[in-house]
C-alpha cells in the first residue's frame, strides 16, 4: 500500500474541509428552504382564509382555533377588516383587499428567497461533486500496490 506524500495528505485535509463546509451549508440551505416553503404555505392559506372570510356577513357564525385541534364557536363582526402583522410585534387594520395584496407581495419575496436558496444549493453540490473525485483519487492511492513490486519481491 503506498503512503501519501505530505502535499497529498495536507491536499485530503483541505479538500476535507471544504467538502465538510459546504455539507453543513447544504443542510442550513435545506432547512431555510423547508421553513420558507412552511411560510408559503401559511400565507396562502392565510390569504385563502380572508378571501372567504371577506365574502361572509357579519354575525356569521365561524368556528375559531384555539390550538390543540380544538375550536369555539363565534360571530364574525366585521368581513372586510383585517388585522396583519408588520413585525416587531407590531400590527395593523387593513381592508380585506390591502391585506391580501400584502400578503402576496410576501408571498412573491418568500417565493424569490427559496429560489436564491436553491439556487446556492445547486452551486454547493456542484463543488461538492468537482471535490468529491479528487478526495477519493488521493484515497485510492494507499489502496493501490505499488507498482513495480511483484509477489516475488514481497
Given at each position: 500500500?503506498?503512503?501519501?506524500?505530505?502535499?497529498?495528505?495536507?491536499?485530503?485535509?483541505?479538500?476535507?474541509?471544504?467538502?465538510?463546509?459546504?455539507?453543513?451549508?447544504?443542510?442550513?440551505?435545506?432547512?431555510?428552504?423547508?421553513?420558507?416553503?412552511?411560510?408559503?404555505?401559511?400565507?396562502?392559506?392565510?390569504?385563502?382564509a380572508i378571501k372567504n372570510l371577506k365574502e361572509l356577513k357579519p354575525?356569521?357564525?365561524?368556528?375559531?382555533?384555539?390550538?390543540?385541534?380544538?375550536?369555539?364557536?363565534?360571530?364574525?363582526?366585521?368581513?372586510?377588516?383585517?388585522?396583519?402583522?408588520?413585525?416587531a410585534d407590531v400590527s395593523v387594520e387593513r381592508k380585506a383587499d390591502d391585506a391580501i395584496q400584502v400578503l402576496e407581495a410576501r408571498?412573491?419575496?418568500?417565493?424569490?428567497?427559496?429560489?436564491?436558496?436553491?439556487?446556492?444549493?445547486?452551486?454547493?453540490?456542484?463543488?461538492?461533486?468537482?471535490?468529491?473525485?479528487?478526495?477519493?483519487?488521493?484515497?485510492?492511492?494507499?489502496?493501490?500496490?505499488?507498482?513495480?513490486?511483484?509477489?516475488?519481491?514481497?
Open positions: 500500500m503506498e503512503r501519501l506524500t505530505k502535499e497529498d495528505q495536507e491536499r485530503l485535509q483541505r479538500i476535507l474541509g471544504q467538502l465538510s463546509g459546504y455539507q453543513a451549508a447544504v443542510d442550513a440551505l435545506r432547512q431555510q428552504i423547508s421553513i420558507l416553503a412552511t411560510s408559503l404555505t401559511e400565507l396562502s392559506m392565510t390569504v385563502g354575525d356569521t357564525e365561524i368556528l375559531v382555533p384555539i390550538g390543540s385541534d380544538s375550536f369555539i364557536t363565534a360571530k364574525l363582526a366585521l368581513s372586510d377588516k383585517v388585522i396583519t402583522g408588520l413585525g408571498g412573491k419575496e418568500i417565493e424569490e428567497a427559496i429560489e436564491r436558496s436553491r439556487e446556492e444549493l445547486g452551486r454547493l453540490e456542484e463543488r461538492i461533486e468537482t471535490l468529491r473525485p479528487e478526495a477519493e483519487r488521493i484515497l485510492q492511492k494507499t489502496r493501490e500496490e505499488p507498482s513495480g513490486r511483484g509477489a516475488a519481491d514481497v
